[in-house]
């Protein structure tokens, strides 16, 4: 066929294959274990997060070793007893028991069910604890310790610590009044006829009449006009406390002379308390704090050895005690001098028959 220009025909055929090839589904296996494990681990999360104490120990003691034969039950009889796993009020199925509804520590290990038989304990279920059992005993039987009681303080620690609130009190208005006269010029040298003290009545404040100076004119009530200065401070500075006040007036030993004699050293010092107390009152002392006005004439002396000198004419204002004084009164003087200690009140009461 030489010259023949029909040649023969070469045809090829390209197959296009669409996509991968197969490889098989055993990904799908190893993907469907790793969502299993991760939803195992989320519940397992989930069961620490929901359960009590009580109940992980249940199922602690449910999962210990132990030699006992463990009998097929129904789910009510297992792990959680027919409950469900949350907080208390969980709905529990009326025709199983509860086995965890009062669940005890442990110490880990369970008793057969002959021991528990021998123990006498009646619920086969839970295992019977000897320690817990006899530690609960004796706390129960153990006393409270009084140490660990705030032990309530006695009437005679009470008393104690008032008279000494009151003290400071005291000691507080004797050195502010103190004070306020040194501040004052035209007072400062009537310092020593201001004696304060204290008695078993309370904070003595008395206004002492010097040699050369008198707070009022011989045989008279009508006061000088620095006395009443004076008892104006002594107002200022007992207004702070609402203790009772009691003011007496005191004479010497030298009779009053008048004519008929109807008029003594009684009514003149009982005057010249009625004097201090009205200038109190004008001080801003209220007139319900003051419990006696009294006149105690030469009764009681300031100086004992000598009724009849100068200084045994006085005032004397008490800032009465709110709390009956325990301790002995000679420790309680703040300020030395020879003069005696006022007993229970006695002498002439204004107003009295």
Not at 265 to 293: C, F, H, K, Y
Request: glycine residues 8%; proline residues 6%; negative net charge.
């Amino acid at each position: 066929m030489a010259g023949n220009d029909n040649k023969p025909m070469i045809v090829i055929k390209r197959i296009n294959k669409g996509g991968h090839g197969h490889h098989g589904g055993a990904w799908k296996v190893a993907y469907a274990d790793f969502v299993t494990a991760m939803m195992a681990f989320f519940l397992l999360l989930w069961l620490l997060n929901v359960t009590t104490a009580e109940q992980k120990n249940g199922i602690a003691d449910y999962f210990t070793p132990t030699t006992a034969t463990i009998s097929g039950q129904s789910g009510a009889g297992d792990i959680l007893g027919g409950a469900t796993i949350t907080v208390e009020g969980t709905n529990v199925s009326e025709s199983s028991p509860i086995a965890l509804a009062e669940a005890k520590p442990t110490d880990g290990v369970t008793r057969t069910d002959s021991e528990d038989e021998a123990k006498g304990n009646p619920d086969d279920e839970e295992p019977y604890n000897e320690t817990y059992e006899k530690t609960q005993h004796e706390d129960e039987q153990k006393p409270v310790d009084d140490q660990t009681q705030p032990k309530k303080p006695s009437e005679d620690q009470i008393n104690k610590a008032l008279q000494e609130r009151e003290q400071k009190m005291f000691e507080e208005v004797a050195k502010n009044l103190q004070q306020a006269i040194q501040g004052i010029p035209e007072l400062k040298d009537l310092e020593k006829a201001l004696i304060i003290d204290q008695t078993p009545e309370g904070l003595r404040i008395q206004l002492v009449d010097q040699e050369g100076y008198s707070m009022f004119p011989r045989g008279s009530f009508m006061m000088e006009d620095r006395a009443k200065e004076l008892i104006q401070l002594v107002s200022k500075a007992v207004t702070k406390l609402d203790n009772k006040l009691s003011i007496s007036g005191h004479t010497d030993s030298t009779p009053f002379a008048n004519e008929n004699g109807t008029y003594t050293n009684w009514e003149l010092s009982s005057d010249r308390a009625n004097a201090a107390r009205r200038i109190m009152q004008n001080a801003g002392i209220s007139p319900d704090r003051l419990a006696t006005v009294v006149g105690r004439a030469d009764r009681e002396p300031f100086i004992k050895d000598n009724p009849a000198d100068p200084r045994n004419r006085r005032l004397s204002i008490i800032l009465l005690r709110k709390v009956p004084l325990t301790i002995n009164p000679e420790n309680l003087s703040t300020n030395e001098g020879n003069h005696s200690q006022e007993g229970e009140l006695s002498g002439h009461v204004v107003g009295a028959p």
